[in-house]
């Protein structure tokens, strides 16, 4: 038996998107699409990216770095995220200042 869907409207950078989803994903929709919009403003009030592209580009690394890292910390104890994030945020910030 197929699960019902339904659509759901999401604001991500003052823009909106609907997505149909499973009404039990529903939740885990709305909370994935606040931590991204979080994220991608975060990233542009910075100044350093105005593109929407690339700023969708950097929240994603962000996201799956950050999820990579949360993998590896639960099979391998803890780990220093906050420095590594910090490492890689600088390694992406240089390589977009010198594109």
Known sequence: MSKAVQPVSLNI??????IACAADEKEGLINSARELDRQMR???DTGKVSST???AVLAALNLAHD???SNKNEAN???D???R???LRSKIENVLENS
Do not use: N, V
């Open 13 to 18: 950078l003052d823009k909106e998107y609907k």
């Open 53 to 55: 592209d690339r700023i």
């Open 85 to 87: 994030l910090a490492d």
């Open 81 to 83: 995220i906050g420095q």
């Open 42 to 44: 975060k990233i542009r």
């Open 67 to 69: 999820l990579t890292a």
């Open 77 to 79: 104890g803890s780990l």
